[in-house]
């Protein structure tokens, strides 16, 4: 059992298994599953979960895979040389401005609240009274299995439980006008996480590719080696001062090729669609609202 999911079900949330075509409703007792905390956090392990009969995926309306979590989204900017060097050139970049330090020396970490969480198929609200510059960042997600603090780097991936898709939409006039990222990157509907959960041992990070279309068009695509501050690194730089608690999500960045990389820039408009891929973990694909 290594790719996760949620999704509705005789018109309640239920979490499962994803397999192939099909996902298999998980029960404990006889009681569903609803969000996958007990799962994440060790709990329960294979042994202590049932699973129901196959239901076909395309027959189910998925829901964002984790659930009552995560307590903290941690997000990375600039992680990725391409995409700093972009977003330097683009003038948004108040934060280096006149200093000239286009690549960071230390990772830039920065959060989303919960309310911005949205799962796959929902819209992203267009938020169109605050700003005409949204723009959309692919990423893959790390969620926190065991927490900690002071983790070391060499001890890091024992606390990863696995990974996700995350979209860092982002309102990149709020981001310009507030020279802090909060309020840009933390909008309602802003963030959509899923499809699936995928366990550590399911996804090579050496190889594993991030692949971006906006209304079909690939906009985006890199491997998640190229990462200036790899899964480790994050995770001891976070853990340093503050405590990671099983179902904390971490989104190590995004690639280049976001809507400011171009020339005029190509911000998201109404009915615009965003469908990202990380494989093994899917697609997850959503349209502004």
Sequence with gaps: M????????????????????????????GTPLTNLSRIITGELGAEGVE??????????????????YPRNLFCVGKNYRDHAAEFSASGYDVSSAGRGDVEPTHPVIFTKPASSVIGPGDLVDRHAALTSELDYEAELAVVIGRGGRRVAPVEAMDHVFGYTILNDVTARDLQRQHRQWFLGKGLDGSCPVGPSVVTADELDLTSALIECRVNGELRQKASVADLIFDVPTLIATI?????????????TGSPAGVGIGFSPPRFLQTGDEISITIEPIGTITNKVG
Aim: hydrophobic share 45%; aromatic share 6%.
């Design 2 to 29: 290594t790719r996760w999911c949620r999704f509705v079900l005789d018109g309640r949330p239920h979490a499962g298994c994803w397999d192939g075509d099909t996902v298999r409703p998980a029960f404990v007792d």
């Design 239 to 251: 853990s340093a001062g503050i405590t990671l608690l099983a179902g904390d999500v971490i989104a």
């Design 51 to 68: 699973l129901g009969a196959g239901v076909g995926v395309e027959s189910l309306e998925l829901l964002e895979p984790l659930g009552s």
